[in-house]
């Protein structure tokens, strides 16, 4: 082959990578340099501080910066969710591979109506006693199990992976209400289900209270603990795991568990194992390398995380609670304009996500090979 | 046996397809020429030979009239508002790359911010040649709000101090008499105490009917003349008798005599939406006695007002059938803010202040937009909305709409230029933002109100404290600053920041 196709097919090629090559100099590889040069620098937006080598100044101030430790405890304390959202989308894409057991198309088209028929029914007779929150549950419920009936797991997977298709802005919307401390749904219920069994339920505030779950221990007085029970980080952890479960995660999970064989199933069931079992020892096993790569994006996603439900619910409040360092790099650079301090924060949450992504692949893989 | 692929059949005749490389390249032409069509088509020039100039402010109805009114007065110009590209971060980063608004709208608490940042424009001289320079066409007690380090960055859309407004409907239900003239903190505690003793008829689902909405921290210390700040800029907070009063009074409103919603209350009345904030649409609803508030307030008082009288109507009633006094339209009255016995009345000035874009290409013709801030055709219109005070005290009354009898409209007017003869803005360092100090404070007041039992103390230290590493951090990084500590306050005091 001749030296001029080779070269006249790299022009080619270099021509069609050429955009998004510079796009990725100018906007990705660019910034980051200038970042890092930025963060040993009194780097700005002030005019009137000159622009001036400090060395390792804005590191050094961080780390005496009592405020670092503690938006670096509540995006640890952030990542509480992830294992749950992590079994939450297992458990998930087991259940949704399953083959429904139904009969037929028009068994399944009769047990679709029939569920509608009832669902209709008892959210108009809950609509006409005036609990209308109860309706409308009753009637998104069974909206998705009759739809779900008649079109299998389909159905059901299209369902679970919904959040993933709405505006992270709009799904924060929508919690802010459901956290709403007098009219929204989730205290609501708990009142109404405390009523239901005459106790005197005292329902959490939410995006408005600085306890928490580990407000028991002895945290250091900046830390603003407000005492043990559920609080703002809680309410944003909930809502990672609702938008996790049936996420990305579901999917990787349904692809891994096609790819096992069903040898290995049919084998377990020729020596009678249960169900717990052969998820035990086929299913769980058999999805290692799917699982430590979700841990992996989900440590690098939850280090990173934080930042939206921050800017749109809370303000990284209250007193503080909800800022985690994505926000805090955030408020640094273009709230108080000091973008050196804040391109210093981001490399060291650059520094502790490699490591953490290095421990993980050191000792992940070596686990996940046994 | 030996098996062979079966044999496709060719295809006779098949026409040539185009290649990937050639399908590529033609919509990468494409989008060449899209690039082109839209930089030749500028939608500028359907302004013919006007100069385009866009302001950024909010979507208040008023600025329609207000915005038609200055391009017929400057028929070469053609303003235009964008009232969703507000937020202090976003002008800062898009004036300062270029791409910014030519006239944006700022709060008095931002404007060190945006001077520090370079890009608000000095206007001090050429307000003076142009006829509204800050001390010559501005209140006095509120030219801090758009100057800084003596210099004019602006002129206010609409400046004021807040007044206490109070709904008649709930006195008159609880028997209450109406607050009167000038009163003492001591007796506003007396007769809130009177509202609140009897909010145990329910009204509606679950709700109450609270004294008083807006009594917040800074009312507090501002009614003292507080400062955060020693006349040489060094920070005062943990040792300040007037914040740590402030706090306790914040404290004391909240837990103690549950004048106001709790956090948790207040949230969830936030949450309920309408033009203005949940809390004043619940107040013109009946859910409080009183509102402690700016009279720009009755943009949403008015549209509430109307809301009322269109419900009348609609159900075929008169206001005088009426004999429930909560379930009648709206009416207000007003009265200075109470003030701290033995101490002067106090009240802090505020503004929105429009200020141009220091790196405006058109920013000599933006100038002409707040020589008409300052004019009487602004002032004008501003009166005959609902809005704040004009930024030209001379134009204070021109045009003031009555309005209807019930809103009170002339009475909010006048206790707010009476409240503006007491006015002042809390000192300015230069060594710390304003806007910091506000921040870090906020965050203190959110612990108090999540942990009631907190001292007042420990959370003055600890803004102290954080608003000192920040000190600490901006001397370190501009010199100039540091030397004038340094000199102002020595070595050892920096050193211990």
């Known amino acids: 082959m ?31 340099v200038i970042s890092l040069i930025g963060s040993f620098t009194t780097w700005s937006l002030r005019p009137s501080v000159p622009l001036k080598f400090i060395g390792l100044q804005n590191y050094v101030d961080l780390f005496q910066d009592p ?9 640890l304390y952030l990542l509480i969710g992830m294992p749950i959202s992590i079994a939450g989308s297992l458990a998930l894409a087991v ?12 068994g399944t088209l009769r047990l679709s109506l029939v569920a509608a028929a009832l669902t209709l029914c008892i959210a108009g007779f809950l609509f006409f006693i005036g609990s209308h929150s109860a309706a409308f549950l009753i009637f998104a419920l069974g909206l998705i199990s009759s ?21 992270g802005a709009g799904t924060i919307l929508l919690w802010m209400q459901l956290y709403n401390p007098n009219f929204g749904l989730i205290n609501q219920t708990l009142v109404a289900f405390g009523d239901l069994f005459g106790w005197q339920i005292d329902p959490p505030g939410w995006l408005t209270s600085t306890k928490s779950l580990l407000g028991f221990l002895p945290l250091p007085e900046h830390f603003n603990n407000g005492g043990f029970g559920l609080g703002a980080r809680e309410a944003m952890i909930m809502m990672g795991v609702w938008a996790a479960v049936g996420g990305n995660n579901m999917i990787l999970y349904l692809a891994g568990i096609s790819n096992i064989s069903p040898e290995l199933y049919e084998a377990s069931d020729i020596d009678g194992a249960s169900g717990w079992q052969r998820f035990r020892f086929i299913t769980f096993p058999q999805l290692a390398p799917t699982t430590f790569f979700i841990v992996v994006m989900g440590l690098i996603g939850g280090l990173q995380g934080g930042f939206e439900q921050a800017r749109l619910m809370t303000e990284g409040g209250p007193a503080g609670t909800t800022t985690t360092l994505s926000y805090y790099i955030y408020t640094q650079g273009f709230e108080r304009l000091d973008l050196g301090y804040g391109a210093a924060v981001s490399w060291v949450l650059f520094i502790i996500i490699m490591g953490i992504t290095l421990i993980n692949w050191r000792y992940g893989n070596s686990a996940e090979a046994e | 046996m030996k098996n062979s692929a079966p044999r496709l059949p060719e295809k006779p005749d098949e026409q040539p397809r185009m290649s990937t490389t050639k399908f590529l390249a033609a919509i990468f032409a494409g989008l060449l020429i899209l690039c082109g069509v839209a930089a030749i088509w500028h939608p500028d020039q359907e302004l013919g030979d006007k100069v385009p100039l866009v302001w950024v402010s909010d979507n208040n109805p008023a600025r329609t009239a207000q915005i038609a009114a200055f391009n017929a007065e400057n028929p070469d110009l053609s303003l235009r508002l964008d009232f969703g590209n507000g937020g202090t971060q976003k002008i800062i980063l898009q004036s300062s790359s270029g791409v910014g608004p030519d006239i944006f709208d700022f709060g008095s608490a931002d404007i060190e911010t945006f001077v520090e940042s370079g890009v608000l424009w000095d206007v001090t001289d050429a307000s003076v040649t142009m006829g509204f320079s800050a001390l010559k066409d501005g209140w006095p007690e509120g030219a801090q709000t758009y100057t800084y380090n003596s210099r004019q960055y602006g002129f206010p859309c609409n400046t004021g ?23 003492t903190w001591k007796e506003f505690i007396d007769m809130a105490k009177k509202v609140n003793s009897q909010t145990s008829p329910k009204i509606g689902d679950d709700s109450r009917i609270f004294a008083v909405t807006g009594a917040i921290w800074q009312q507090f210390f501002t009614g003292q003349h507080g400062e955060f700040f020693d006349p040489d800029g060094q920070l005062t907070i943990a040792e300040s008798p007037e914040l740590y009063r402030a706090f306790e009074m914040h404290r004391e409103f909240l837990f103690t005599h549950q004048f106001m919603p709790s956090t948790i209350e207040a949230k969830a009345m936030s949450g309920q939406g309408g033009w203005g904030s949940g809390n004043l649409n619940q107040f013109a609803a009946g859910r409080f006695a009183m509102a402690i508030t700016g009279h720009w307030a009755l943009i949403a008082f008015g549209q509430a007002y109307q809301q009322q009288l269109d419900e009348l109507t609609r159900n075929g009633l008169k206001e005088e059938d009426i004999k429930d006094p909560l379930k009648k339209p709206l009416r207000l009255g007003a009265v200075l803010i109470p003030k701290f ?24 013709e933006a100038l002409k937009f707040l020589q008409y801030l300052a004019g009487p055709t602004y002032s004008e219109l501003l009166n005959a909305g609902e809005d704040w005070l004009p930024g030209n005290p001379e134009y204070s009354e021109l045009g003031v709409d009555p309005g209807p009898p019930a809103l009170s409209r002339q009475e909010l007017q006048d206790r707010t230029v009476e409240a503006m003869s007491y006015g002042y803005s809390p000192r300015q360092s230069p060594f710390l933002l304003t806007s910091d100090v506000f921040r870090v404070i906020g965050n203190q007041i959110s612990r108090l109100e999540s942990t009631p039992d907190i001292s007042t103390q420990a959370l003055l230290d600890a ?23 340094i000199e102002r306050f020595g070595k050892p005091a920096y050193q211990n920041l």
Not at chain 1, 147 to 167: D, E, H, K, V
Not at chain 2, 168 to 176: A, I, S, T
Not at chain 2, 468 to 477: F, P
């Open chain 1, 2 to 32: 001749s030296a001029s196709p080779l070269r006249r097919n790299a022009l080619i090629a270099l021509l069609f990578l050429g955009p998004n090559l510079l796009g990725f100099l100018v906007f990705t590889l660019g910034p980051i």
């Open chain 1, 67 to 75: 405020n670092f430790y503690f938006y670096f405890y509540n995006t």
């Open chain 1, 95 to 106: 259940l949704l591979n399953q083959k429904l057991k139904l009969r037929g198309p028009q």
């Open chain 1, 147 to 167: 739809t779900g009936i008649y079109f299998g797991s389909i159905g059901y997977r299209t369902f679970y992976y919904l959040p993933c298709f709405t505006a």
């Open chain 2, 161 to 183: 101090a807040a007044i206490l407004i109070y709904n008649k409907n709930v006195f008159d239900y609880f028997g209450v008499p109406y607050p009167q003239g000038l009163m």
């Open chain 2, 341 to 364: 016995s033995k101490l002067p009345p106090s009240y802090q000035v505020q503004s929105r202040v429009a200020g141009i874009n220091a790196k405006s290409p058109r920013r000599e």
């Open chain 2, 463 to 485: 803004a102290q404290s954080d608003l000192q590493t920040l000190m600490r951090r901006t001397l370190e990084r501009n010199p100039n600053l540091e030397s004038l500590f």
